[in-house]
C-alpha cells in the first residue's frame, strides 16, 4: 500500500531554534518528493521538490533530504521564526498526476 | 497574479442542500485538481481536468459529487444533497503542465465547508 508518514506529528521549539521533520514513504513507483508548508486557512505551498537522483534542496532557510534507498526524507528548518510555524507536508508523486500526501506536522514557533 | 481564487472562502449550509464551490486557475494553467481536506483523511484528490477535460473522477465519493469545467477560467465542484460527513475544507490546484518535475502547482486558500 503506497503510504507517506511524517513525524512528529507536532512539534513546539523557540523562536531562533532549528527542527528537523522526518518522512518516511512506501510508494512505489516513485517519481519525486515535495515539501508544501500549509499557513492555517490557507492552501499548501510549495517548498521544495527533489528528484530520487537528488539527495538535498535548499530553499532559504529549508532544506530538504532524500535517501532513496532508506525512503526516507527530511526537512530541515534553520533559525526558525514566527512565521514558521504552520502545517509541513511530505507529498510523493507516483508518476503522473497521482500524488501521495502525509498527515503532515504541525509546527509551532514560540517566541 | 492573483493566483487560484476559489469562492466562497467559508460555506454553511444545511443537510440536504445543494452546495457549488467555484474556482479560478491561474491564466495559462492546462490543468485543474479539486482536493478535499480533513483532519483524519488529509489532502485527498477528487477529479482533475486537463484542458478542461475531466481525466479521473475516481476519486469523487460519491454520486452526490459533481464536478464540471465550461471554460479554462472556471470550474465547479457541486455537492447534491449535502451531509454532514461533506463538511471539509475543499481546495482547488492549477498546474501549467503535468506535474512532473514541475513545482508550478498552485492551491487556492480553500472553502471550508460545514454541513448542519
Known amino acids: 500500500k503506497n503510504q507517506v508518514e511524517q513525524s512528529p506529528q507536532s512539534l513546539i521549539i523557540l523562536e531562533g531554534k532549528n527542527c528537523t521533520l522526518q518522512?518516511?514513504?512506501?510508494?512505489?513507483?516513485?517519481?519525486?518528493l515535495r515539501w508544501y508548508k500549509q499557513d492555517t486557512g490557507r492552501g499548501p505551498v510549495s517548498l521544495t521538490i527533489m528528484t530520487f537522483s537528488e539527495n538535498t534542496k535548499s530553499n532559504g532557510r529549508y532544506t530538504a533530504t532524500l535517501d532513496a534507498d532508506t525512503k526516507q526524507s527530511s526537512l530541515h528548518i534553520t533559525a526558525s521564526q514566527l512565521s514558521d510555524s504552520a502545517s509541513y507536508i511530505c507529498?510523493?508523486?507516483?508518476?503522473?498526476?497521482?500524488?501521495?500526501f502525509g498527515s503532515g506536522t504541525r509546527l509551532l514557533v514560540r517566541p | 497574479d492573483a493566483g487560484v481564487i476559489q469562492s466562497p472562502r467559508h460555506e454553511v449550509t444545511e443537510m440536504g442542500q445543494e452546495v457549488t464551490l467555484r474556482c479560478k486557475p491561474i491564466s495559462g494553467h492546462d490543468y485543474l485538481f479539486w482536493y478535499r481536506q480533513t483532519m483524519m483523511r488529509g489532502l485527498e484528490l477528487l477529479i482533475y481536468f486537463n484542458n478542461n477535460v475531466p481525466i479521473d473522477d475516481s476519486g469523487m465519493p460519491e454520486d452526490r459529487f459533481s464536478a464540471k469545467m465550461p471554460n479554462a477560467s472556471f470550474s465547479t465542484l457541486k455537492i447534491q444533497p449535502s451531509e454532514p460527513r461533506d463538511s471539509a475544507v475543499y481546495f482547488c490546484a492549477s498546474s501549467h503542465s503535468s506535474i512532473e518535475g514541475n513545482d508550478g502547482y498552485t492551491f487556492g486558500s480553500g472553502t471550508r465547508l460545514t454541513v448542519v
Open positions: 507529498v510523493v508523486s507516483l508518476g503522473s498526476y497521482k500524488l501521495i
Open positions: 518522512c518516511n514513504y512506501t510508494v512505489s513507483p516513485f517519481s519525486n
